[in-house]
């Protein structure tokens, strides 16, 4: 009540909102958005910026680090610098990719569970609970062994899995939004469920929801790259870091710290989003430190 | 500063001397409480008054030393006994805080820890600060739960928060509050969440109980006929500054200040009847319940004629509201019909056509959770315009400027966001939306309690204005009778589910009385402070 009220009202053109974010923004969301940017930008130039071919054999096997081979070759003679680069592409699409599939199949069934409630609720949360019951990454090595690991297998299989955890966190929330007066009074006035999930609910709920999006793309970032480096995910010759770690990993018996690279882009990524996601959860709540 | 004893009867117990609080942050500071003076004498009871944002909790909280989170106290001097509590440190103050100086919420359902029963959430302030060891409290505790006129004193220590009624925990809190014997006490709007009829109860045990323990008291509340009751002498606050100060009948007799009046004249709305014999709504002896066999509705028969107000009066969980569920819809009944202009109305909101839904519209309680936060007023008010009008364009724009006129809103709120309006202006959007689908019937559901007398009022005569401008006719849910006689021309008198009492307001209000209505009429705080002393007389 006695916080001052942003008037929103007022007409303010976006890219100055943006601006002004970003001046009141904390340190570590900007060094967070920062590095997104980085790696976007590695994302989209990829071809442009890797030296040599994804797959292409260009030197002896593990040759060490040169001018030419920045980070040196891998067991088959690819430069790993080359493929550290398209590992990006691979492995951020493939989350990305999931991670909307799991937003529109949970964040959909989720919200149709608190607006329409009663049986249809009991079906679908009972039906969450039975395949939550299964060790994630059990069940997706599973599956994938009986689907195969193809890129659209892996991103129908994560994304499916990961909505169960969606449409828990939707429910709940728009179950909050579900029992307000106002979405009561679009009932009343005979709103069909689809207007009322998408004006009156589904804009109140938004911002938990995109801290989930943050934090479900890390996780599936990270089943994504412990997939690969079990061999279930990416198929050789795609690059991918997380079966770069496992392609390289007895390098490190001889002191050398090629495998670790490819594991620091996993870390570094996790953690960007992690305080990006901070930064906005803490603006969308109002607090102000 | 003078020693403490030096100290004579006359001195003041607590003097308050020009208290300023203000907003803390980096942006511009705003001054919540400017320059606020006021003393207590031993044993005296002050009434503190004014609508919501007259810093008047502010103030109460200020006199123990403490200011909210957001809120800075940032010059004046709050004297307990001639010793400055804000020059204390925190340790210090936090001793006076509890056992000399004691606060009452308005909701004892959140300031009672549910885990622990209620004997222990007494024993435990007075053991902590010293004053006494567990036994000893504890009897005082049945002492003064006996005193409250608590059932059962011996035993009821022993129960558990949620296993005794609204009242009953208000009450439990003022006995805790006095467990370490304090000299002053500070109530928030202790009776505003209850019902009329509790309200007395709890009101009585107050006044009892601080007369008994000579008490000195700080009594907050928007009601002035509350205050009239308990208050020797009363301070009318507005927007953190002082407006009036004398005592109590003085006040309410000569009112010096323009604002003063206004409070004083609220309860002097009334309506006369009207009507036009045309039955837009008719309730055919509906029964409703939540689960079967546990009837909630019993053989409930309403009429609501064009241009009329049918009011519907009862206690919380007298099914007022479960009514306004059946006639919307969204309760199907057990038993009975509703029909609409003598076409019968399918029981489930999801058979009925849009044009009879479009007939029966609602205006809620709260309007903060009425209106969608995430929506422009524009948008509020205009879905009703395209969804049951089909309006858009220019036509819209027309009509949505229309409606903000009848509803005494300005037309640049149009842009803005709820957030951005007080209460008395959500609600009236909540009003333009509901006449914007042009209905038979408007069904108000306690659509004052959540605001300011003064407010409140303000949206009673909107709804009739509208009423004779339009010939508008509502099913009007309250507890409050003084709103009644405001806007009603007949009056439902329910509960527990059935109809106690029906009929003309004149007829209903008038005696001989049936036992409940009698109870509920006299429940309703009157302007003079005999009343209360009246009515226990009487009692």
């Given amino acids: ?289 | 500063m003078i020693d403490e004893k030096d100290e004579t009867t006359n001195r003041p117990i607590l003097e308050i001397r020009d208290l300023i609080i203000s907003t803390e942050g980096r942006k511009a500071t705003r001054q919540l409480v400017k320059s606020v003076s006021l003393s207590l004498a031993a044993g005296e009871v002050l009434g503190l008054i004014g609508e919501s944002g007259a810093g008047k909790s502010t103030i109460g909280l200020a006199a123990m030393g403490y200011a909210r989170d957001g809120m800075r106290i940032s010059s004046g001097e709050v004297l307990f006994k001639g010793t400055d509590l804000l020059k204390l440190s925190e340790r210090k103050r936090r001793q006076f805080r509890g056992k000399r100086i004691a606060y009452v919420a308005q909701s004892a359902a959140a300031a009672f820890n549910p885990a622990h029963k209620l004997i222990d959430q007494y024993t435990e302030a007075a053991v902590a600060h010293g004053v006494s060891d567990a036994a000893t409290a504890e009897n005082e505790a049945i002492e003064l739960y006996r005193e409250l006129g608590l059932p059962e004193p011996e035993t009821f220590g022993q129960r558990y928060p949620h296993q005794v009624s609204g009242g009953q925990l208000q009450r439990a809190m003022v006995a805790a509050s006095m467990a370490c014997h304090p000299d002053i006490l500070v109530f928030d709007e202790p009776t505003t969440a209850l019902d009329v009829t509790t309200q007395i109860e709890v009101l009585t045990a107050i006044r009892r109980t601080i007369r008994n323990h000579h008490t000195a008291a700080i009594y907050i509340t928007h009601d002035l006929a509350v205050v009239a009751q308990i208050a020797d002498r009363i301070m009318v606050l507005r927007s953190g500054e002082l407006v009036e100060e004398g005592k109590t009948e003085q006040l309410l007799e000569q009112p010096k200040q323009e604002y003063t009046r206004k409070l004083l004249s609220v309860r002097n709305l009334h309506k006369d009847d009207t009507g036009s014999g045309e039955v837009v709504l008719s309730v055919d002896s509906v029964s409703a319940e939540y689960k079967p066999g546990v009837p909630v509705l019993q053989d409930i028969s309403v009429q609501v004629e064009r241009g009329r107000t049918v009011a519907l009066v009862g206690e919380s969980g007298s099914g007022k509201s479960t009514l306004a569920r059946v006639v919307t819809g969204l309760l199907p009944p057990v038993k009975g019909g509703i029909k609409l202009h003598n076409a019968p109305l399918t029981p489930t909101l999801k058979s009925r056509e849009k044009d009879t839904l479009r007939r029966l519209q609602m205006i809620y309680q709260l309007p903060d959770t009425s209106l969608n936060p995430r929506q422009r007023v524009r948008e509020i008010i205009g879905r009703p315009l395209q969804f049951y009008l089909g309006l858009k364009g220019q036509e819209m724009e027309q009509r949505l400027k229309e409606l903000m006129a009848m509803t005494e809103l300005e037309e640049y709120f149009l842009d803005r966001f709820p957030h951005e309006l007080s209460g008395g202006q959500k609600q009236r959007v909540g009003i333009a939306r509901a006449l914007a689908a042009e209905p038979d019937l408007i069904i108000c559901d306690e659509v004052t309690s959540a605001l300011d007398q003064l407010v409140g009022e303000q949206i009673l005569n909107l709804l009739l204005k509208l009423q004779k401008e339009i010939g508008m006719s509502y099913l009007f849910i309250t507890h409050d009778l003084g709103t009644v006689d405001a806007i009603a021309d007949e009056v439902v008198v329910m509960r527990k589910g059935k109809v106690v009492e029906q009929g003309r307001k004149t007829d209903v209000f008038s005696p001989p009385h049936k036992d409940y209505t009698q109870k509920l009429l006299n429940s309703v705080p009157e302007m003079d402070p005999q009343w209360l002393n009246k009515l226990l007389a009487e009692a």
């Avoid at chain 1, 990305?96 to 989720?110: D, H, R």
């Avoid at chain 1, 009986?146 to 966190?169: N, P």
């Fill in chain 1, 1 to 289: 009540m006695m916080m001052t009220k942003t008037h929103s009202s007022e007409k303010v053109p976006l890219w100055r909102k943006v601006l002004s974010g970003l001046a009141e923004a904390p340190p570590t969301g900007l060094l967070g958005l920062v590095v997104l940017f980085t790696y976007l930008f590695v994302i989209v130039f990829a071809p442009w910026l890797a030296p040599f071919g994804e797959a292409t054999i260009v030197a002896d096997a593990f040759a060490p680090w040169s001018a030419e081979h920045l980070l040196g070759t891998d067991s088959l003679g690819r430069d790993i610098y080359s493929r550290l680069i398209y590992a990006a592409r691979n492995t951020v699409g493939i989350t990305l990719m999931a991670t909307l599939l799991a937003f529109v199949i949970g964040g959909a069934l989720g919200m149709v569970a608190a607006v329409v409630g009663g049986w249809v609720d009991q079906v679908l949360s009972r039906l969450v609970d039975m395949l939550m019951a299964i060790p994630l990454l059990i069940f997706a090595l599973l599956l994938l062994m009986i689907f195969g690991s193809s890129v659209t297998a892996l991103i129908l299989i994560l994304g499916c899995l990961e909505a169960t955890r969606v449409f828990r966190l939707t429910r709940a929330v728009a179950m909050n939004v579900a029992v307000m007066d106002y979405v009561e009074a679009a009932r009343l006035r005979g709103e069909k469920m689809l207007w009322i999930i998408r004006r009156e609910i589904l804009p109140n709920i938004l911002s938990p929801l995109f801290a989930e999006f943050g934090l479900r793309f890390c996780f599936i970032f990270l089943l994504v790259s412990s997939l690969s480096f079990l061999g279930l995910g990416l198929q050789p010759p795609t690059a991918d870091w997380g079966a770069m770690v496992r392609e390289n990993a007895m390098l490190i018996t001889f002191g050398r710290v090629t495998p670790l690279l490819p594991a620091a882009a996993i870390a570094i990524l996790t953690i960007a989003v992690n305080l990006v996601v901070d930064w906005f959860t803490h603006k969308a709540s109002g607090l102000s430190k």
